[in-house]
């Protein structure tokens, strides 16, 4: 499985931001997609994921803020940031899990929330 995410960019604190993630190659095998995040100083962490039944996950710190659509037939993964703050500032990496556990990750995308 292969991984093509796009959408970072400088957005200004509250304003939205979409990120894309297309998954292309063995895509029958994937069960989950999703989204982790790196701050620069901080470890990689979880931002949300979608399972393929549509089953998702959010980490409390964008719960309310960010969602996470998803478009089965175009085999993608979105995340729509709202209310987006400094704070969330990182390079965002798209990921999908297959059903035999391997994880595929996508190239990061720098997303940058500052006036």
């Known amino acids: 499985v292969q991984l093509q995410a796009s959408g970072g960019g400088l957005v200004q604190p509250g304003g939205s931001l979409r990120l894309s993630c297309v998954a292309s190659g063995r895509t029958s095998s994937i069960s989950a997609m999703g989204w982790y995040r790196q701050a620069p100083g901080k470890q990689r962490e979880l931002v949300a994921d979608?399972?393929?039944?549509?089953?998702?996950n959010y980490a409390d710190s964008v719960k309310g803020r960010f969602t996470i659509p998803g478009d089965n037939a175009k085999d993608t993964v979105y995340l729509q940031m709202n209310s987006l703050r400094p704070e969330d500032t990182a390079v965002y990496y798209c990921?999908?899990?297959?059903?035999?556990?391997?994880?595929?990750w996508g190239q990061g995308t720098l997303v940058t929330v500052s006036s």
């Open positions: 979608r399972t393929s039944a549509g089953i998702t």
């Open positions: 990921y999908a899990r297959t059903f035999w556990a391997t994880t595929n």
